[in-house]
């Protein structure tokens, strides 16, 4: 099935499913999806998988786990219920694991092109 015969949460669910295992080694970060004409075309993650604490760098100790992985996921799907009535843009799922617990949010940004110029 190709991505115009596909609603837009199924798209991004499917990024979701694409991402699950890099997103399984981090403890925080930024997913986003740009979308033009409601499809998905590029996204990705943005993060520092280091944590400094007292100036020394240092990996993350906790991580995603799978019921982690699948909240975000139902989340990233079910905020698209709040995008209203635009079609280009970007979609940013900011996330943070504290005391083993996932905290996220989402930020809609909507695009439009104005293709012709209209007299004033």
């Known amino acids: 099935m190709e991505l115009e015969q596909m609603s837009l949460a199924r798209q991004v669910d499917l990024v ?3 991402i699950k295992e890099e997103l399984a ?3 925080s970060g ?5 979308i033009r004409n409601n499809i998905v075309g590029k996204f990705g993650i943005r993060h520092d998988p280091l944590e400094a604490r007292n100036g020394e ?10 019921d982690h992985l699948e909240a975000f996921r ?6 698209l219920e709040h995008k209203k009535h635009w079609t280009h843009g970007e979609i ?3 996330f943070a694991l504290r005391n083993n617990i996932l905290q996220a949010s989402v930020q809609f ?6 293709a012709r110029s209209y007299a004033v």
Do not use: C, D, P, W
């Open 16 to 18: 979701f499913r694409e």
């Open 25 to 27: 080694y981090l403890s």
């Open 30 to 34: 930024v997913v986003f999806i740009q």
């Open 57 to 66: 760098l240092k990996h993350a100790r906790k991580v995603l786990t799978e």
């Open 74 to 79: 139902k989340m990233g799907v079910g905020s």
């Open 92 to 94: 940013s799922y900011e």
């Open 109 to 114: 940004e909507s695009n439009y092109i104005q």
